[in-house]
């Protein structure tokens, strides 16, 4: 048995009275010993709380519940930089009237440099998803000169005094002019252009046209060959 609570069981014998009501071991009780005298420098020992396994783990009266010792704080925002510098990829160029408002987003959300530079970079893939790749934006070419070619045929047909009812005469006037004087390269940039529709261009050979004499714009004296398309008139292929 340990020599301490030995002695203490020991003096507790000794000091209990015996059940006649007599002294026990003949000697005096020994008065108790005084309480030692409070130090008030010594920080107050606050009373034991009852606690729960579940109880403790939130404080009542929105008290936070303190990390344990050791346990990882949280991390604390890194410096958002007074302006972003940013790495492009070659051949890509920032819209600098936009750049102002970018730099004052990425500031408002906190991000570092790094974290700007990626969020940057996926800015720019997702830009570069949405634009048409080559063969589309051929195709929109296409289809936009084909769109004016019409709309400015339907012009040249309403014009006064050489479009309505005079308008195939016009027509055969105009691609005479063609056949002689335009060269393959000249037809080809009328066609890429739709300028072999637009309605002044129509005006101009027609009235080169007109001011010729018949026998003048006769390509090699041979005589008409009958009606023709109207494509063939407008663009006609030399012989």
Known sequence: MNHFIHRMLGHYLQDEAPAD???GGGAAPAAPAPAPAADPAAPATPAAEAGSLLGDLAKPDGEATK???GEDQAAKPADVPEAYQFKLPDGVELDEAVMP????LFKK???PQDKAQETMEALLAIDQARQPTPEQIEQEQVEAITHLNKT???ECA??????????QKSLEITSKVMVKFATPEFRQMLNQSALGSNPEFFKFMHS??????QDTLEHGGNASKGPRSIEERLW???N
């Open 208 to 213: 080169i046209g007109s001011a010729m004499s």
């Open 109 to 111: 959300l906190g991000l």
């Open 236 to 238: 006609p292929t030399s």
């Open 21 to 23: 009501g007599g002294e």
């Open 101 to 104: 408002q970018v730099q004052e």
């Open 67 to 69: 990390p344990a010792e």
């Open 152 to 154: 400015w045929a339907d």
């Open 158 to 167: 309403k014009l006064p005094e050489i479009g309505g009812e005079n308008f």
